[in-house]
């Protein structure tokens, strides 16, 4: 087939502007030249839709082009796609599932609670189905489940939705170090070319598949673990009697930006972290609680 811009530009779904910006930026052949008009053929339309595939998954322009390249100079993408497709895919068996406005309020006392609707869609928790102003999707029964379990135990809503967001937190900070630590360990040996060959893609991709389920499990038995702890320390604070439990004296877990703690690690070492960070934040609380001393008349203090 040969086409004329326009004709490119129907068939592919691309803008005429767009067109000519990617062979700008040789991502797509120059166009055969005939007479005073440009003819295009099969291959510019499967190049366009490659490089639109890559935009959904991600990739940047600058990026498309260096894989592009290298299936011009006669590497496959298959590897690279592959452990792309391996990445994105499902971290969970869990399947969504769908409920109904009604349903939902059935579940949560019979009451309507438009606020605490707006907060779960927020937090996506649920997901509004379009055309269905009645039907909410639920990408995490398993979640929902556990907010119905705790507001049936007497939690508030809000309670409810403001331990999420702690927790999530939490959790990526978890999910982010997990990835520094096995990036640095396991995956750095395939990155560090741009791109990965197609032997390497395919291992790396391998490698994910079998390293997906550790993260989850490495959490699951921490917290099975501590919740064993605290739980029994908790429980015997309260029946010791005449024994106040001091919830002050237990450590209490705040998420940092991943920037931050490498820029310590970097300083003082991994191993002295979180000394250095506590340290620091003693010092401050100290330096203000004087700063408010001193600025206090002196009738005052």
Known sequence: MEYRIEDLAHHSGATVRTIRAYQDRGLLPRPERRGRANVYGDAHLARLRQIADLLERGYTLASIKELLEAWDAGRGLGGVLGLV???DGPWTDEKADRITRAELDAAFGGTPDEAAVADAVALGVLEPVPGREDEYLVPSPQELSVAVELYAAGVPLLAI??????LRGQV????????????EHVFARYLDHH???EADA??????VRKLRPLAQQSVDAELARAMRLFATKHLRQHLEAGEVPRAAEEP??????????RAVQALVGEENAAAFIAAA???EVQTRTLNALAAKPATEA
């Not at 939705?161 to 702690?166: D, I, N, T, W, Y």
């Not at 395919?202 to 490698?207: P, R, T, W």
């Not at 209490?252 to 931050?260: D, E, G, R």
Request: net charge negative; proline share 7%; hydrophobic share 45%.
């Open 85 to 87: 497709a391996e990445v």
């Open 161 to 166: 939705s403001g331990h999420l967001r702690e």
């Open 172 to 183: 990526e900070h978890i999910a982010a170090r997990f990835l520094e630590f096995t990036t």
């Open 195 to 197: 791109p990965p060959t």
């Open 202 to 207: 395919a291992e790396a991709a391998s490698l």
């Open 252 to 261: 209490h877990y705040v998420a940092l930006p991943a920037s931050t703690i």
């Open 281 to 283: 934040a003693e010092r």
